[in-house]
């Protein structure tokens, strides 16, 4: 895996030059971040779902 990332990212810089290289990496590393709360976020949103689902069938239950 790291020989992997390794030989991507010497690829990456005879290809494109190690400037170009960083920038692709910074954009690539925000997108990850973005998608990272994106999930994080949603998971959140079904998790407080569920819960009210369950909070609303127990008193249901209780009728």
Not at 8 to 34: D, H, N, S, W, Y
Not at 41 to 58: C, L, R, T
């Amino acid at each position: 895996m790291i020989t992997a990332v390794a030989f991507l990212l010497f690829l990456g810089l005879i290809v494109f030059g190690p400037k170009k290289t960083i920038e692709m990496a910074q954009t690539m590393g925000r997108t990850l971040a973005q998608a990272k709360r994106a999930t994080a976020q949603f998971q959140s949103q079904m998790e407080e779902e569920v819960h009210a689902q369950e909070k609303a069938a127990d008193a249901k239950s209780r009728l």
